[in-house]
């Protein structure tokens, strides 16, 4: 019998199927689109031109705007004088420019930077560095790291262990063994609708001692914590809480590690959240806004003690076993080093703590609307949660999410039950009320 004409994969080159799109309900999206062809500074347009007014910095990321020009050259030039470079036992000069300006931003002596590609590897980076730390000091028995519920630490294994949403780790196994969770910070109850970092919790970093009551303090690497953890819909730190955890990681010689991949850059008013609680940690997780989302890059910042404890040994060996072939790829040190210059010149972290009140006044201005149950926001960030249908958890706020695109021409983010907004730093006061406004009509219309 004659073999079938050799036929391609996919019908047509536009064929919505092969793509199965992440962190998404593929039939859902499929059936109803929700594309984007291009995008400048608030606004992204759609295929056939509609202006979509970007209530999410693209995914906590374009903090400085969409296709701002000069990171655009940047990218451009970069791409026509170095492609890549290798990098391990090579390196070309941006990296090393890039490294020093991020140290220059962090605060005390996070002065050594490790580059990736994403938050996901900038965390297991940091987790490993945080194991093989203790290891080389001699200390290799403390092999336990500590997350907190409702955390999100990206998808990597290490991330999804430490993590605490539970759809991101149910499917997936044992996880790494010997890790513990704090509680969240988050309780409805003695928080609901606060402005900024909630009056009621500081205690809950207290837990940690009973944790290492349990496993004892020689066991434990490491605690990672998000100073506001985003992706399980805007939970602020209670006032004193970071600072407490900090206390008790010193007393027992454990390292905090801050997960800043969302808060660095300006979202909550400072280059790091650090900053904004005035504690120091051992290590800082970043991503996103260091390209303002338009190269991926992560990376992670390590105190000095840190950097130094692996510098021992001979010197042609290799002193942390572990890198990318990507990590510090000459575009995304191009676009990096463009980023940090314009979050410089146009002072967007100072802008974003300007209009921090503004922005929580607006949001606030949600309250009282159908089915808003608590609305939270610190920096430029709100999270508005709204009660769930019944037996249909989630379904509402992906329905605002749906209907704010294709009706209102906003796009705004759906964590579970959330409504969430994070807009790029260059916001105006205009586009705030925009904005709210436009959240408030999908509100009313999932009612
Ligand atoms: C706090 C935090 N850590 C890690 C990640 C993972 O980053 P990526 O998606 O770049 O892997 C995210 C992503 O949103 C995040 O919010």
Redesign the pocket.
């Known amino acids: 019998m004659p073999s079938a004409p050799a036929q391609r994969a996919t019908a047509v080159p536009n064929d919505l199927e092969a793509y199965w799109l992440p962190f998404t309900p593929n039939r859902a999206f499929k059936a109803a689109p929700r594309l984007i062809a291009r995008a400048k500074d608030m606004h992204y347009y759609t295929p056939d031109g509609r202006a979509v007014l970007d209530g999410t910095a693209g ?2 990321c374009t903090n400085a705007g969409h296709n701002r020009d000069p990171i655009v050259a940047a990218i451009q030039a970069e791409a026509a004088a170095l492609d890549y470079a290798p990098a391990f036992q090579f390196a070309h000069p941006k990296a090393f420019e890039l490294a020093s300006r991020v140290a220059a931003l962090a605060p005390g002596d996070l002065d050594h930077v490790f580059f990736c590609n ?6 297991d980076t940091a987790l490993k560095i945080a194991l093989a730390y203790h290891n080389v000091r001699g200390e290799g028995a403390r092999t336990r790291l500590i997350g907190r519920e409702r ?6 294994f290490g ?1 999804i262990s430490v993590g605490g949403m539970v759809n991101n780790r149910k499917l997936f196994g044992a996880l790494l063994a010997g890790v513990d969770h704090l509680p969240t910070t988050y309780n409805r109850e003695h928080q609901a609708f606060s402005k900024g970092e909630p009056d009621w919790g500081a205690h809950l970093a207290d837990e940690l001692e009973r944790i290492v009551t349990l496993h004892d303090a020689s066991t434990i690497a490491a605690v990672i914590v ?1 100073p506001m ?3 399980t819909g805007v939970l602020p730190a209670p006032k004193g809480y970071l600072p407490r955890l900090r206390a008790i990681c010193d007393k027992h010689g454990i390292l905090l590690v801050f ?5 660095g850059f300006g979202r909550l008013g400072h280059a790091f959240a650090a900053e904004r609680y005035g504690v120091v940690p051992d290590m800082i ?1 970043f ?2 806004g260091i390209t303002s989302g338009s190269v ?1 890059m ?1 990376g992670v910042i390590v105190r000095k003690g840190i950097y130094d404890a692996f510098m021992r040994g001979p010197m042609h060996v290799v002193e942390l076993f572990h890198g990318y072939t990507y990590s510090a790829h000459p575009l995304a040190c191009a676009a990096g080093l463009a980023t940090l210059d314009l979050y410089r010149d146009e002072r967007l972290f100072e802008r974003a703590r300007k209009l921090e009140t503004a922005w929580a006044e607006a949001a606030m201005g949600l309250k009282g609307l159908p089915n808003v149950l608590d609305i939270r926001c610190v920096g430029l960030t709100a999270g508005i949660d709204l009660g769930s249908r019944p037996g249909e958890v989630g379904k509402r706020a992906y329905d605002a999410m749906d209907k704010a695109f294709h009706q209102e021409n906003l796009v705004v983010r759906a964590a579970g039950e959330t409504i969430v907004l994070t807009p790029p730093l260059i916001v105006s006061e205009g586009e705030i009320e925009e904005m709210f406004a436009k959240a408030a009509r999908v509100i009313k219309a999932v009612a």
């Open positions: 995914m906590w994403s938050g996901s590897e900038a965390v955390g999100y630490h990206g998808v990597g991330g998000e953890a985003g992706s997960d800043e991949v969302i808060t997780t991503a996103k991926p992560g």
